[in-house]
């Protein structure tokens, strides 16, 4: 039972790694999820994060074995998955998940809180909560309506049914879905590719990008035009805009 890091080339995976109980995480390992997000070199050597699980399941959400015996600590247990999920979309590099197998309950929330999901075709997705007694919780009331709409988000959530990988990219829950045997061939193309980019520029669109709910057109013109202005001030920006002056007209 861990939570494993490793990098390679500026991509750091993230591996939950209990797979006789379908990856569930315990009290311990989301902080050691929370731990090695905070290790984490952003805008340095570190530029993409890749979470996925082992043993053919992504995760099966949080352990609720012993959720009962302690009411006083609930606030902590809960606020510890709940600052991971949060870390997911705020941090200021790309994330991606590869899911394979079972992403359920709070396993799947921390899924659909990266940038970018990658799912093999035997994966299923699900908001288990209502199966335990339990309403919603890591970020689901707030992921679900901004990707899938208010109406598949009351479904998936009142009933808390398995979708399959194919069913969750045509609602628009995910990016791609492939077959397992190719799913990190895939997301480490994907991962090498955003590592080649400028961390600058990648930071700079994701905070955009989660800014929108907050603006109004107008305002998201003045953040974009805010932020270019100090996304190519770098050297990364005028690296590109040099080669791009550099290069032959048919290109």
């Known amino acids: 039972m861990t939570v494993r890091l490793e990098r390679v080339d500026g991509v750091v995976t993230i591996t939950l790694d209990r797979p006789q109980k379908r990856n569930a995480m315990t009290d311990e390992m989301w902080a050691m999820f929370a731990a090695h997000i905070g290790s984490l070199d952003v805008g340095?050597?570190?530029?993409?994060?890749?979470?996925?699980?082992?043993?053919?399941?992504?995760?099966?959400?949080?352990?609720?074995?012993?959720?009962?015996?302690?009411?006083?600590?609930?606030?902590?247990?809960?606020?510890?998955?709940?600052?991971?999920v949060l870390a997911m979309r705020q941090l200021a590099m790309p994330t991606i998940a590869l899911v394979d197998g079972i992403a359920a309950g709070s396993g799947v929330n921390l899924a659909l809180a990266c940038d970018l999901v990658y799912a093999s075709d035997r994966a299923q997705f699900a908001q288990l909560f209502i199966h335990r007694g339990l309403s919603l919780d890591s970020g689901a009331s707030w992921l679900l309506p901004r990707l899938v709409g208010e109406r598949r988000t009351r479904e998936l959530c009142l009933l808390g049914e398995k979708i399959p990988a194919a069913e969750a990219l045509a609602m628009g829950m995910i990016n791609r879905v492939v077959a397992a045997g190719d799913l990190i061939t895939v997301g480490s193309g994907i991962a090498g590719r955003l590592a080649g980019y400028s961390g600058q520029a990648l930071a700079g669109t994701k905070a955009l990008l989660n800014q929108t709910w907050e603006h109004d057109l107008a305002g998201a013109l003045r953040a974009e035009t805010d932020n270019q202005l100090r996304v190519i001030a770098g050297d990364a920006a005028r690296e590109g805009i040099s080669a791009f002056g550099a290069a032959s007209p048919d290109r």
């Open 44 to 84: 340095g050597t570190d530029r993409v994060l890749v979470i996925t699980g082992a043993g053919g399941a992504f995760c099966g959400g949080s352990d609720v074995a012993g959720l009962l015996d302690d009411p006083e600590s609930l606030p902590d247990r809960i606020d510890v998955s709940n600052r991971c």
